[in-house]
Nanobody, 122 residues
Framework: QVRLVESGGGLVQSGGSLRLSCAVS???????????MGWYRQAPGKQRELLAA???????NYSDSGKGRFTSSSDNTASTVYLQMNTLKPEDTAVYLC?????????????WGQGTQVTVAS
C-alpha cells in the first residue's frame, strides 16, 4: 500500500525557514524510476497550487509560487523528498502536501499525503 507522510510544518515567524519532509513507503524501485513527486499547498478558501515537481532523475521544476525561495530535493534512495522553504511570508500560510504520480501502460496513478500545516506569523 502506497503511503506518503508529510512532516516538518509548524509556526514560524515571517522571514524564517522550514524544511518539510515527505516519507514514501509501499513503492517499488521500478515505480520510483518513473514517478514524479510534487509539492503543493492549499490555503483556506483557495485552490490547491503546485509549488515544485521533482522528477525521478532528480530535476526540480518550480511554479512561480515556488521559484526562488523554495527548493525540493530527495534523499539517495528517493524514499523521502524535502521542501526547503526560506524567507517565509504570512501569505505562505497553508497546508502543504506532497504527491507521487506515475503512469502505467493503461492509466495514471496519483497518491497524496495528509498534509502538514505551515503557519507564518507576521
Amino acid at each position: 500500500q502506497v503511503r506518503l507522510v508529510e512532516s516538518g510544518g509548524g509556526l514560524v515567524q515571517s522571514g524564517g525557514s522550514l524544511r518539510l519532509s515527505c516519507a514514501v513507503s509501499g513503492v517499488s524501485g521500478s515505480i520510483f524510476r518513473i514517478a514524479t513527486m510534487g509539492w503543493y499547498r492549499q490555503a483556506p478558501g483557495k485552490q490547491r497550487e503546485l509549488l515544485a515537481a521533482l522528477s525521478s532523475g532528480g530535476i526540480s521544476n518550480y511554479s512561480d509560487s515556488g521559484k526562488g525561495r523554495f527548493t525540493s530535493s530527495s534523499d539517495n534512495t528517493a524514499s523521502t523528498v524535502y521542501l526547503q522553504m526560506n524567507t517565509l511570508k504570512p501569505e505562505d500560510t497553508a497546508v502543504y502536501l506532497c504527491n507521487l504520480k506515475y503512469r502505467s501502460a493503461i492509466r495514471e496513478y496519483t497518491y497524496w499525503g495528509q498534509g502538514t500545516q505551515v503557519t507564518v506569523a507576521s
